[in-house]
């Protein structure tokens, strides 16, 4: 079992930028991919970035492509994503996830953040 905690999530106004976490504990050994998911009021829940944990390789949404960016820090079992240029649409609960196989499929989700901007 991998467990999963975000954080940084908050309140920010239309261009501003914030960054999240997501601190992995448990068995993150197997992990092969982490993700960023967010879900807006009323709407599925959709793939918003994605990292893979040996070598890196970034994957993105057309959506958030430029002005976020993902990245992580293995040696603390960390993932990031850095939000700039934020729009009042990225308004969302905001997830990471982790995958023992592919960036397609993910196994772990975390409880999620909220990320709210306002106009």
């Known amino acids: 079992q991998v467990q999963l905690v975000e954080s940084g999530g908050g309140l920010v106004q239309t261009g501003g930028s914030l960054r999240l976490s997501c601190a992995a504990s448990?068995?993150?050994?197997?992990?092969?991919?982490m993700g960023w998911f967010r879900q807006a009021p009323g709407k599925e829940r959709e793939f918003a970035a994605a990292?893979?944990?040996?070598?890196?390789?970034?994957y993105y949404a057309d959506s958030v492509k430029d002005r976020f960016t993902i990245s992580r820090d293995n040696t603390k079992n960390t993932v990031y994503l850095q939000m700039n240029s934020l729009k009042p649409e990225d308004t969302a609960v905001y997830y990471c996830?982790?995958?023992?196989?592919?960036?397609?499929?993910?196994?772990?989700w975390g409880q999620g953040t909220q990320v709210t901007v306002s106009s």
């Open positions: 990292i893979t944990r040996s070598l890196g390789n970034t």
């Open positions: 996830a982790a995958s023992d196989r592919s960036i397609y499929g993910y196994d772990y």
């Open positions: 448990g068995r993150t050994a197997s992990v092969y991919a």
